[in-house]
């Protein structure tokens, strides 16, 4: 799955226009690698997403096409 898209549907980030954004704007890396939004995420990789002076770090641990908005918390591990 596109980054962009795992940051949307996990709900990271609210928009996936936003989230191309942070992307585009370097502020996403994954594994510690600055990252695109059209990058594959899989299970096991740790993405990084600066907002200003917060940072999130969290583990993938599904990568699903649909989720309910109760079944996102389950998709990914706060680091």
Same mark, same amino acid.
Do not use: P, W
């Given at each position: 799955?596109?980054?962009?898209?795992?940051?949307?549907?996990? +709900?990271?980030?609210?928009? +996936?226009?936003?989230? &191309?954004?942070?992307?585009?704007?370097?502020?996403?890396?994954? &594994?510690?690698?600055?990252?695109?939004?059209?990058? &594959?995420?899989?299970?096991?990789?740790?993405?990084?997403?600066?907002?200003?002076? &917060?940072?999130?770090?969290? +583990?993938?641990?599904?990568?699903?096409?649909?989720? +309910?908005?109760?079944?996102?918390?389950?998709?990914?591990?706060?680091?």
């Amino acid at each position: 799955m596109r980054l962009d898209k795992y940051l949307k549907i996990s +709900r990271l980030i609210k928009r +996936r226009t936003l989230a &191309n954004e942070a992307c585009d704007g370097g502020r996403v890396s994954v &594994n510690d690698k600055v990252a695109k939004a059209s990058q &594959n995420v899989a299970v096991g990789d740790i993405i990084e997403i600066r907002f200003g002076t &917060n940072t999130h770090k969290v +583990r993938v641990l599904e990568v699903k096409e649909h989720v +309910r908005k109760e079944e996102t918390a389950e998709m990914y591990e706060a680091l």
